[in-house]
């Protein structure tokens, strides 16, 4: 089976920087992608990591460490309209984390 | 243009009775899913289906039943409704080797009553 492991929840300011975690387990790992979500939208694609190491887009970067069978998504420079649910998803599509709420405050 | 629709987006219907939810995505991608988002936004697959193939059937109950007439369509049929339903289902799609990103409809809100 496929399981992926988030945090629930984090506030923090704007312009602060926020990090979340997803460790996972799966029998065969094709890489690892983060998706965000607005309450009320659909889940949008962000960022994957297919080999280990960091890859960077804008304000958002996504790490991946294969042998630890773990990820991290990165933002920075927190705007209020990164306010969203955060998931990891194992590249295979199968298995999604249960998603890690951002709150962006003044 | 909207690359992956579903329709309806809301729909409130009462305990027992059966409802379709129909998506259809105009990406030319060969693979599309179903996807179940419950109050806690826990994300879970309901069904892959690749080239109108049934690829993913995960553990779902025989209530739900997709229909596939071709690969630019999938369909959520789902009989004798339970509170239990109620959720928002997606349906997203994407091309299997060619992409790593999948393309979410914009969500059915369905509610039980």
């Known amino acids: 089976g496929q399981s992926l492991e988030q945090p629930s929840e984090v506030t923090a300011v704007e312009g602060a920087i926020v990090q979340i975690n997803c460790t996972y387990q799966?029998?065969?790992?094709?890489?690892l992608s983060w998706y965000q979500q607005h309450d009320g939208g659909a889940p949008t694609f962000l960022s994957y990591n297919g080999l280990d190491g960091l890859e960077e887009t804008g304000r958002f970067s996504s790490f991946l460490s294969r042998s630890d069978s773990y990820g991290y998504l990165l933002l920075q420079e927190l705007q209020m309209k990164d306010s969203a649910s955060y998931f990891c998803a194992l590249h295979n599509r199968l298995a999604f984390g249960k998603g890690n709420q951002v709150v962006v405050i003044p | 243009d909207t690359a992956v629709s579903q329709t309806p987006k809301y729909l409130v219907t009462q305990m027992g009775n059966d409802k379709s939810i129909k998506c259809e995505q105009n990406l030319g991608h060969d693979t599309m899913y179903w996807y179940k988002q419950d109050s806690k936004k826990f994300l879970k697959i309901m069904f892959s289906y690749n080239n109108k193939e049934l690829i993913i059937n995960e553990t779902v109950p025989n209530r739900f039943s997709p229909k596939s007439p071709d690969k630019a369509h999938l369909n959520l049929h789902i009989n004798s409704l339970e509170l239990g339903d109620s959720a928002v289902y997606f349906c997203?799609?994407?091309?299997?080797?060619?992409?790593?990103?999948?393309?979410f409809g914009e969500g059915s809100w369905l509610t039980v009553v």
């Open positions: 997203a799609s994407t091309n299997t080797g060619l992409s790593n990103t999948i393309y």
């Open positions: 799966t029998s065969g790992f094709y890489g």
